[in-house]
C-alpha cells in the first residue's frame, strides 16, 4: 500500500511509543462521582496516560481537531504548517486506535484543507480496509457571495472501524425524523407508503414479461431489466394492493413500503443535511446558552454528536472526544447515558466544558435534551495531568502509588488495561484499579491471574511493612505471606525492588522475579 510522506514523518511515527506516561490529578467531582472524565491538558500527554486503564475499552471515538485552516480562533489556534499537522495527528490516531474496543469506532470531522491527507492518515493507522465511510455534513445553508471560488458548505466526517469485519452500525431512531416521501395517495388502510421501481437493475430473465395496467396499458419492464418480482409474485402483489399504478391507473408499476413496515431504524446515509443533524449556526446558539460572553466559534451540533454516538455506541460504552472545545461531544454522551472521556488543553475546559456539563448535571433543556427526555443527573471528575512517572533513566517517580504501578505491570504483561483486572485479586474488594492518582484501590499484591500465571507487585510495602529495605524485598517471609493469603499454584511473576531468594528457591517455588524499577516495561 502506497505511504504518505512528510517532513519528520518518522519522528512522528515514534511520538506515540516515546511519549511519557503521565499521572492523572483529580482536581475536582461534579455529581456523582461517576466514572466520567474530564481532563485538561495535552492530548498526547492525556491519551498515552489513559493507555494502561483503558486500551482496548472506547467504543466510539469522536474528534473534531483544528482543521489547519491557517486561522487564528479566539479560544485556539490552527495554523500550522501541513508537515507539523499530519506529525500533530499521527501519534494521536495511534493512540486512539489503541485504545478503540475491537469492535469500535472513530469519526473525524475535518474540511477540504486537510481532509485528503487525513484519509491517507487514517488508512494508515486503522488499515485501508476498515476505512467506513466520509459522511458530508451540511454545516451552513447560506450561499457565501463573496466566496472568492465556491460557497464552502460543508464538513467531512471521516469513519474508520478499528476492525470492519465486525464492527456493526446501530440503525437511526425514526423519532424526529420526518416521514416526508410517505403519503397515501389510494386511502390505504394500512397507512401511509412510499414507493420503489418494480425493476430491477440486474434483469433475470424469466421475470422479463408484459405487464397490462388497470386502464389497459401493456407495459415492459425499461430495456436492460427485469421485473424484480415473478409474474406470479406481481399477481399476488395487485391483489394485496401493493403495486401502484397511479391515480388513472395508467402509470409505470410502483412497489408500496408501508410506513409500519419499515425497519424500526433508519439506516444511516452518508449524507447528513441540517434539517437532520444541525448546522454551525444552531450549534452557536447551543453553546451561547451557557457561556454567552465568550461565544466558542467552532462549536458541533448536538444532533450531529447525537447522531454519531447513536450510530457508533450504546448506553454505558465509553466515548471519547480528545479535542473536547466545548464539550459538545461528551454534554450528549452524559445525556445518553454513555461513559466519557473529554480531553481538552485550552482554558475553556474550566471556562466552558465544566459549566456545560454541571448544566445537564441539572437537567439542562437545550439541545438534544427534550428528544431524549433529559431529567439530570450522573457526574464527572475534572482531572489534569500530573507528573510523568517515571524519569529519564526509568526511575519511578516517588508520586505514583501503588494501584497507578499495578496498572502499569499488569498492562504491560498482560495487554489488558486494569481497569478490568479479571479475575479481581483476591480478597476481593470489588473496587477497580483508579485511574486518578492517589484513589483507593484493591491495594493487594496480587493483582491477577492471566493465563496461568498469577502476577504480584511489592510496591510502598503493600504487604504492611513501610520499611523500604524490607517492605518490597521478596524476603522468606514475604513469600510465606503471599503463599497464605493469595495462593497460586501455577506460575508466579513476582515484581519487587530485590529478592533474598536464591535462584534454586525460586524455581522450586515456579517464580520469575522481575525487579523495579529496571524490569518495569511500559508497552509501546
Ligand atoms: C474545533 S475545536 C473542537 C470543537 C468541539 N467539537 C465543539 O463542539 O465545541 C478543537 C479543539 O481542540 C483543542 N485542541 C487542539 N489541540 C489540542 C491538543 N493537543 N490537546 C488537547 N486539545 C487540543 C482546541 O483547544 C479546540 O478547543
Redesign the pocket.
Known amino acids: 500500500m502506497p505511504f504518505l510522506d512528510w517532513v519528520n514523518k518518522n519522528k512522528a511515527q515514534q511520538a506515540a511509543r516515546e511519549v511519557p506516561y503521565h499521572l492523572l490529578k483529580q482536581e475536582a467531582v461534579y455529581g456523582d462521582a461517576a466514572e466520567n472524565l474530564l481532563i485538561q491538558g495535552?492530548?498526547?500527554l492525556a491519551l498515552k496516560a489513559l493507555i494502561p486503564f483503558y486500551a482496548g475499552r472506547v467504543k466510539c471515538i469522536f474528534i473534531?481537531?483544528?482543521y489547519n485552516t491557517q486561522s487564528a480562533f479566539s479560544?485556539?489556534d490552527d495554523k500550522l504548517e501541513h508537515s507539523q499537522w499530519l506529525s500533530m495527528m499521527y501519534p494521536r490516531l495511534v493512540l486512539m486506535r489503541d485504545l478503540l474496543t475491537e469492535d469500535g469506532s472513530i469519526w473525524v470531522t475535518i474540511d477540504d484543507n486537510e481532509a485528503h491527507y487525513l484519509k491517507a492518515l487514517m488508512d494508515e493507522v486503522f488499515g485501508r480496509k476498515n476505512f467506513v465511510s466520509t459522511v458530508i455534513w451540511q454545516k451552513k445553508h447560506t450561499r457565501a457571495n463573496d466566496a472568492r471560488w465556491l460557497s464552502d458548505n460543508h464538513d467531512f466526517v471521516l469513519c474508520a472501524a478499528k476492525n470492519k469485519s465486525i464492527w456493526k452500525r446501530n440503525l437511526l431512531s425514526r423519532e424526529g425524523i420526518s416521514d416526508s416521501g410517505y403519503s397515501n395517495p389510494d386511502n390505504d388502510p394500512r397507512g401511509i407508503w412510499a414507493s420503489g421501481p418494480c425493476h430491477a437493475k440486474t434483469p433475470n430473465q424469466k421475470d422479463i414479461y408484459e405487464i397490462t395496467t388497470p386502464a389497459g396499458r401493456r407495459i415492459m419492464p425499461p430495456p436492460g431489466t427485469s421485473w424484480r418480482f415473478s409474474e406470479r409474485r406481481f399477481e399476488e402483489l395487485i391483489t394485496d394492493n401493493r403495486i401502484y399504478f397511479g391515480t388513472k391507473g395508467t402509470n409505470v408499476p410502483r412497489y408500496k413500503r408501508f410506513r409500519t413496515e419499515v425497519q424500526d431504524g433508519l439506516v444511516p446515509t452518508t449524507l447528513w443535511l441540517r434539517d437532520d443533524v444541525g448546522d454551525n449556526q444552531e450549534?452557536k446558539a447551543e453553546v451561547k446558552a451557557f457561556n454567552s460572553e465568550e461565544v466558542?466559534s467552532?462549536?458541533?451540533p448536538e444532533r450531529m454528536m447525537r447522531q454519531i454516538i447513536e450510530i457508533a455506541s450504546n448506553p454505558n460504552d465509553f466515548v471519547l472526544d480528545?479535542?473536547?472545545?466545548?464539550?459538545?461531544?461528551i454534554a450528549v454522551a452524559h445525556k445518553m447515558n454513555r461513559r466519557y472521556i473529554g480531553?481538552?488543553?485550552?482554558d475553556?475546559a474550566v471556562t466552558h466544558c465544566i459549566p456545560r456539563l454541571q448544566k445537564v448535571i441539572a437537567g439542562e433543556q437545550g439541545g438534544i435534551s427534550a428528544a431524549v427526555n433529559w431529567q439530570g443527573g450522573g457526574g464527572f471528575r475534572f482531572c489534569t495531568l500530573g507528573e510523568a512517572a517515571f524519569d529519564e533513566h526509568g526511575r519511578i517517580n516517588a508520586a505514583v502509588k501503588f494501584a497507578t504501578l499495578a496498572a502499569f505491570v499488569w498492562h504491560f504483561e498482560t495487554g489488558i488495561p486494569s481497569l478490568q483486572l479479571s479475575p479481581q485479586p483476591s480478597p476481593a474488594s470489588g473496587r477497580g484499579r483508579s485511574v486518578v492518582e492517589g484513589e483507593g484501590s484493591n491495594n493487594t499484591p496480587l493483582l491477577g491471574i492471566h493465563n496461568g500465571t498469577a502476577y504480584y507487585l511489592l510496591y510502598n510495602g503493600i504487604l504492611g511493612d513501610r520499611k523500604p529495605s524490607s517492605g518490597n524485598v521478596l524476603t522468606h517471609a514475604v513469600l510465606q505471606a503471599i503463599n497464605d493469603i493469595f495462593p497460586h499454584a501455577g506460575h508466579k511473576i513476582i515484581y519487587g525492588e530485590t529478592t533474598r531468594l536464591g535462584a534454586a528457591r525460586l524455581a522450586a517455588e515456579n517464580i520469575t522475579f522481575k525487579q523495579i524499577p529496571y524490569d518495569v516495561k511500559m508497552r509501546g
Do not use: Q, R, V, W
Not at 480531553?343 to 485550552?346: F, S, T
Open positions: 495535552d492530548n498526547l473534531d481537531p483544528p479560544h485556539y450549534a466558542f467552532t462549536p458541533k480528545s479535542f473536547l472545545g466545548s464539550a459538545s461531544s480531553i481538552e488543553m485550552g475553556h
